[in-house]
């Protein structure tokens, strides 16, 4: 079955390599340019899955990874990022999201998104 995952990155070209891996793997992809654009996609999607880039203009990662728990505590989080100081991650995270280091290979998304699902509440 496949899985709707959101896609928020700032970066066109990291949402488009992105949004062409999800789809490879048989899942639904969408894609938001920043936070703000990330929160009314889904309230219109309600996504299984969102792959979240951690520096953003105008509302980081972890800024929007909270408000979607708090609107959509069953969607689950992973940060795409090659932001270096997984130490300030880690302590603005939950324990639910999981994190892909930038750059990474086609089957560690796979392999990440998987994880993502079986951790699902």
């Known amino acids: ?11 066109p070209g990291v949402r488009q390599v992105l949004a062409d891996m999800i789809s490879a793997f048989g899942h639904i992809a ?11 996609a889904v309230e219109r999607l309600q996504p299984d899955l969102a792959l979240v880039d951690f520096a953003m203009p105008g509302m980081n990662g972890a800024e929007f990874a909270r408000k979607l728990r708090d ?14 100081d997984t130490g300030m991650i ?3 995270i939950d324990e639910q ?5 930038k750059p990474f290979r086609s089957s560690e998304l796979k392999t ?3 994880e993502a699902m079986r951790r699902r509440p």
């Open 1 to 11: 079955m496949p899985i709707e995952i959101l896609i928020v990155d700032d970066d």
């Open 30 to 40: 969408s894609v938001a340019e920043d936070g703000a654009h990330g929160l009314v």
């Open 71 to 84: 609107r959509h505590p069953r969607t689950q989080i992973v940060f795409v990022t090659g932001y270096a």
């Open 90 to 92: 880690e302590s603005v």
């Open 97 to 101: 999201a999981l994190i892909l280091r």
């Open 112 to 114: 990440i998104v998987a």
